[in-house]
């Protein structure tokens, strides 16, 4: 891969072709190549832990700005490696290297960014978002020799690209790093990716270490054997999860009942008043997927509905209490949410259910879009007309 170097940030590069070629070098400016940069260079010497990198690559890939390139097999690459099992790694656009920038770095980073890449980003305004991912089966520039890093004179290559024509790809001081051409390997696994690997390392220097999994797994035995004593929650968290992890490995389906267990376990330990309420992500995390697995019962909700509405026909000014109501026509996690979110469980004063509950019928009505009762239709209309 190609290098930029702007005195304080050293960050590989290569281009992208027609949605699957690149290219490490550009050849004529006549090529539509986009550059990008590699994503863990832009997290290097940063706050944020290796392991939450794949989170943060996820938010910028949603927005265009980032990708997961996919190579074909026979590449391999030159002081790095990728996750175990695959071939991939992650690239950000020019808009992308400015965002993570402003977020993560600091100010005097920033300007340097700022200095280092404003040419080429004006050149890059009209290029599209990027699509999450993309397979890259050809490369577009003759690779050097194998097991070669292939440094040229980065006057010569200076010289050759700075023209006003090819600003747009003329990565200034820019110093290639090979991505070597190999014969698929013969059912060798693929190493993890280590984002901590020198610039200019190669293969040789690389140790072979077994994958992510069981890499974390040897850290999490060596730091238990040197814990005098581990607290009855842990304990019994740890071996949870790993019980889980275990069913996972083996192919197995997951228990829900075990797995609710686990989390609820884990989310325990979180009390109400350690948490944010306005900010928090494990709530905004919680409350998310929660919503999205609502959302997508409610057209097994409206069949419910539909089914109760016909049975009652001649009965609709005659329903059954609010409570039986809820209990037969919505899912028990929408009511048991909400029964806790109001503060009607069973330990509330039965007055305060009996009250209450007609609101928190209307609210499930509203939010799954199917009314039943008449003040549901009547508040409906009123608000329509409003």
């Given at each position: ?9 050293k ?12 290219s ?13 940069f ?7 010497d940063?706050?944020?832990r ?24 026979e590449?391999?690459f030159?002081?790095l490696?990728?996750p175990?099992g ?23 980073q ?7 890449f ?11 978002l990027?699509?999450?991912?993309y397979?890259?089966t ?31 790809c ?28 020198p610039?200019k390392?190669?293969i ?6 077994p ?5 974390t797994l ?12 581990i607290?009855h929650?842990q ?18 389906v997951?228990?829900?009942d075990?797995l ?10 979180q009390t ?8 928090s992500?494990l ?23 539909e ?6 026909i ?11 109501l ?8 929408m ?22 509950f007609?609101?928190l ?5 509203f ?6 009762t ?11 007309c409003?």
């Open positions: 891969l190609s290098l930029w170097d702007n005195g304080k940030r960050i590989r590069y290569l281009y992208l072709g027609d949605g699957n070629s690149f490490v070098t550009k050849n004529s400016p006549g090529e539509k190549l986009i550059p990008l590699l994503g863990a260079d832009l997290y290097s940063t706050d944020i290796i392991e939450n990198h794949p989170r943060y690559h996820a938010k910028f890939a949603k927005k265009g700005l980032a990708t997961k390139l996919v190579f074909s097999s590449y391999r030159h002081g490696r990728v175990c695959m071939n991939s790694l992650w690239f950000y656009s020019i808009q992308g290297i400015f965002r993570v920038a402003f977020e993560l770095y600091s100010k005097q920033q300007l340097s960014i700022l200095e280092s404003q040419d080429l980003w004006k050149s890059r305004l009209n290029d599209d990027l699509k999450m991912t397979q890259l050809a490369r577009l520039d003759s690779p050097l020799p194998q097991n070669t890093l292939g440094s040229t004179d980065p006057d010569s290559r200076q010289t050759s690209e700075n023209t006003p024509s090819q600003c747009a003329s990565l200034q001081g820019a110093e290639p790093f090979e991505i070597a051409h190999q014969d698929p390997p013969e059912d060798t696994p693929s190493e993890d990716h280590d984002y901590c690997s610039v390392a190669t040789s220097e690389i140790p072979s270490q994958c992510q999994v069981s890499q040897k850290i999490l035995e060596s730091q238990l054997q040197s814990v005098q004593s607290g929650e304990n019994h968290i740890l071996l949870s999860f790993l019980r889980l992890a275990e069913l996972f490995t083996a192919g197995g997951l228990d829900e075990n609710a267990k686990a989390v609820l376990s884990l989310l325990q330990l109400p008043s350690s948490l944010s309420i306005y900010c992500p709530l905004q995390a919680v409350a998310g997927w929660l919503g999205r697995c609502f959302h997508t019962a409610n057209s097994c909700i409206s069949q419910q509905v089914s109760f509405k016909v049975r009652h001649e009965h609709i000014s005659d329903l059954p209490p609010a409570e039986e809820a209990a037969e026509l919505f899912p028990e996690a009511r048991t949410l909400l029964v806790n979110w109001m503060g009607l469980s069973e330990e509330a004063a039965q007055w305060k259910r009996h009250s209450e007609p609101i019928l209307l609210i499930l009505e939010a799954n879009h199917n009314l039943i008449g003040v549901a239709h009547v508040l409906y209309s009123s608000l329509i409003k």
